[in-house]
């Protein structure tokens, strides 16, 4: 398996703009995990779905950011509009959800607001 | 809220040296802990894990040493070479589905 794979790999936009981030999670596990990482906050959890329906979106941070997961091989995050505050790197994780609670994390995504 | 979190943000060792990073955690709910490595341009990669039924868990060249008195998780790696250069996390997690909940990370750095 080629692990979990997001796109894109890094992002460049300016403030205003809609960005969307994509995940393909692993194959055959059933939760899926969006993570922000900064230097002052570390690893944040936004929002994770288990079996594509959301089950805690407390941490995403406003109503700027939305995530979506239509099927089981796919998840979006989107923030619209985009501001200097939200760069950072998004990382998407997933897991089968079992008696280990592993989870995989991609390559992530650098985003930069300018 | 609860959350998990680490003792020192930078840790410097001789190369071949043991190393040890410390986290504690203040959910006595979760009963499921993780390390994770992540090196410089890359996402977390799974080193061990360990359930709240155990006190420890060896792995190859590295131990998780579970203390649920007080609280704590350490992370031990023996005869460190420089390709352990990374920021090491610690995480937790309530179990099933939940997400998992990271420390702000130790980063070390390994001396020739």
């Known amino acids: 398996d080629a692990g979990v794979i997001q796109s894109p790999r890094h992002e460049v936009t300016e403030m205003g703009q809609e960005v969307t981030l994509r995940c393909k999670p692993i194959s055959g596990h059933n939760s899926l995990f969006w993570y922000r990482q900064t230097m002052m906050r570390g690893l944040e959890l936004l929002i994770y779905f288990n079996n594509n329906v959301p089950i805690d979106d407390s941490g995403m941070p406003e109503d700027r950011f939305s995530a979506k997961m239509p099927n089981a091989s796919f998840s979006t995050l989107k923030i619209q509009p985009s501001e200097p505050r939200d760069s950072a790197v998004y990382f998407c994780?997933?897991?089968?959800?079992?008696?280990?609670?592993?989870?995989?994390f991609g390559q992530g995504t650098r985003l930069t607001v300018v | 809220g609860e959350s998990v979190g680490l003792h020192l943000p930078t840790l410097s060792v001789q190369e071949g040296d043991n190393s040890i990073i410390n986290c504690a955690y203040s959910?006595?709910?979760?009963?499921?802990f993780i390390w994770y490595k992540q090196e410089s341009g890359k996402g977390p990669q799974f080193i061990i894990d360990i359930r709240s039924n155990m006190d420890k868990r060896q792995g190859q060249r590295v131990t998780v040493l579970l203390n649920k008195t007080v609280k704590h998780l350490s992370l031990q790696i023996a005869a460190t070479q420089p390709g352990d250069s990374a920021v090491y996390f610690c995480a937790d997690s309530g179990g099933g589905a939940d997400g998992l909940t990271f420390g702000k990370g130790t980063h070390l750095i390994i001396q020739p």
């Open positions: 994780a997933s897991s089968f959800t079992g008696e280990n609670t592993e989870a995989f």
């Open positions: 959910n006595s709910a979760s009963d499921y």
